[in-house]
């Protein structure tokens, strides 16, 4: 549930014109449309039907029952939607002041940093390939609307093409039918072979990754919709993706740090050829 306070509430009710039972200028189907387009949820799902069952309490219900980011998200929508209707001179609503709508985008800010997967921004492509990066953009979308249970298979997916794309830039020798695990672990085995690791509880860290990777493997094949399986539960879906991304977001430091080494040794070197006296 979001952790909104009366006060976000009530500035928030005045914004969309909640007071009347509506919301902004929707029509039941307009409005459903509207949160399934951004959600993939259904406001007029019975959990959602609080006292009338309005359309300002089916928003008010959705406010209590769902998380942060996921409120975040309509919120910041509903404020682009009053927007655009306003600019079309379609809603003659009085009185909605900019010092309203900025406090209202406070608002939206700090529940859109409350997201489930804390490093969301490192699952991104690190090639040009453009299946790469619409698994990627993909992924990500699906994060944002709390898909974590149907996206499973294709986090499994991409952390494959991301650790080959990783292997194939430091030229590890690997085979395609080698299997997430056996990938990684040949990319920890580069990184302690190149001393990009300091410290002997980073490398535990990083070797009890492969096994974790290997316990991926089991979870992608028979808990995910890769095929006719029973999927895996939300909670232990976002331990794996927030874990998942954990280490995708220290290997994108780690590549940092190497591309910066290779620079440096490679400008050493052109120093040392505009020494020679030939």
């Not at 089991?218 to 999927?231: C, E, G, I, M, T």
């Not at 590549?255 to 040392?272: D, G, I, P, V, W």
Request: glycine content about 2%; charged content about 30%.
């Amino acid at each position: 549930m979001s952790d909104l306070s009366r006060n976000e509430k009530r500035k928030l009710e005045s914004l969309f014109d909640m007071a009347s039972g509506y919301v902004l200028d929707f029509s039941n189907r307009t409005f459903s449309e509207f949160i399934c387009d951004i959600t993939n949820i259904d406001i007029y799902d019975e959990k959602y039907d609080y006292a009338s069952g309005s359309k300002a309490n089916r928003l008010r219900a959705f406010w209590d029952i769902e998380p942060n980011h996921l409120v975040g998200q309509v919120t910041e929508e509903l404020i682009e939607h009053l927007n655009t209707i306003k600019l079309t001179g379609v809603y003659l609503s009085q009185g909605k002041s900019k010092e309203l709508i900025e406090e209202c985008l406070k608002i939206t800010t700090r529940l859109k940093q409350d997201q489930p997967v804390e490093n969301i921004d490192a699952i991104k492509a690190i090639s040009d390939d453009k299946d790469f990066n619409a698994l990627s953009n993909q992924l990500r979308e699906s994060i944002r609307k709390n898909e974590l249970e149907s996206s499973l298979d294709r986090l499994h997916t991409f952390l494959i093409k991301y650790i080959r794309q990783l292997c194939a830039s430091h030229k590890i020798d690997f085979e395609k039918d080698h299997p997430l695990h056996s990938l990684f672990g040949g990319y920890v085995k580069f990184l302690n072979k190149e001393e990009m690791i300091e410290s002997k509880m980073t490398e535990k860290i990083l070797k009890s990754s492969i096994s974790v990777m290997e316990a991926f493997n089991d979870v992608r094949n028979n808990q995910s919709f890769a095929h006719d399986n029973p999927v895996l539960n939300f909670d232990e879906c976002m331990l794996i993706f927030n874990d998942i991304a954990n280490v995708i977001k220290f290997i994108e430091r780690i590549e940092q740090k190497f591309r910066h080494k290779q620079h440096q040794l490679n400008n050493s070197e052109l120093n040392a050829n505009d020494d020679l006296p030939f």
